[in-house]
Antibody, heavy 121, light 106 residues
Framework: EVQLVESGGGLVQPGRSLTLSCEAS????????MHWVRQAPGKGLEWVSG????????GYADSVKGRFTISRDNAKNSVFLQMNSLRPEDTAFYYC??????????????WGQGTLVTVSS | DIQLTQSPSALSASVGDTVSIACRAS??????LAWYQQKPGKTPKLLIY???ILESGVPSRFSGSGSKTDFTLTIKNLQPDDFATYYC??????????FGGGTKVE
């Protein structure tokens, strides 16, 4: 059974940084692209970022471009999201997701339980 | 960026009904569209990808159709477990992904 476990969320002041981690188990990690998707409380889903199996391709939503950086470490079965210059509107549950395929962004087949990021002074 | 517009934003239905949810893309996405179900307090669940391919384990009462800019998720014989919020998602293969605003089935 695939398990994705996010960590690193918490309360952070505007303008500060935070790094989220997601560790996968029960899956051949390097066979899949990975994504981060967020959901503000009571709101809809917003795709944040994605990365191909070998880190050769990445993508970002316009709302986070230039502030967030996605990376992965296949040896540790982990994907990361470095978030800089955080804003109150970045407050959300952040979900890690496993793509159907390795090299492209397609559908997100498996999801973690999420980690809450709250940006507030 | 490709925008996805779902309609309606909410609908009322009863067990046994057939419901349809529309998703319109602001430009051609071919068949690169997925549908998800999300229940309160739970993570999204993939139902359909490539517009019409049912994910393994998803009941056959769910179906997807459409191409280019207009897509539909249909749920036949609505079951109590199907009352949830549904999202469409487009993907272009190049890591530019977006979700629709969601449709709540209540």
């Amino acid at each position: 059974e695939v398990q994705l476990v996010e960590s690193g969320g918490g309360l952070v002041q505007p303008g500060r940084s935070l790094t989220l981690s997601c560790e996968a188990s029960g899956v051949t990690f390097e066979d899949h692209a990975m994504h981060w998707v967020r959901q503000a409380p009571g709101k809809g889903l917003e795709w944040v970022s994605g990365i191909s199996w070998n880190s050769g391709r990445t993508g970002y939503a316009d709302s986070v471009k230039g502030r967030f950086t996605i990376s992965r470490d296949n040896a540790k079965n982990s994907v990361f999201l470095q978030m800089n210059s955080l804003r109150p509107e970045d407050t959300a549950f952040y979900y890690c997701g496993k793509d159907l395929v390795p090299a492209a962004a397609t559908a997100i087949q498996s999801w973690g339980q999420g980690t809450l990021v709250t940006v507030s002074s | 960026d490709i925008q996805l517009t779902q309609s309606p934003s909410a609908l009322s239905a009863s067990v046994g009904d057939t419901v349809s949810i529309a998703c319109r893309a602001s430009q051609n996405v071919d068949s690169w569209l997925a549908w998800y179900q999300q229940k309160p307090g739970k993570t999204p669940k993939l139902l359909i990808y490539k517009a019409s391919i049912l994910e393994s384990g998803v009941p056959s009462r769910f179906s997807g159709s459409g191409s280019k800019t207009d897509f539909t998720l249909t749920i036949k014989n609505l079951q109590p477990d199907d009352f949830a919020t549904y999202y469409c998602q487009q993907y272009d293969g190049y890591f530019q992904v977006s979700f629709g605003g969601g449709t709540k089935v209540e």
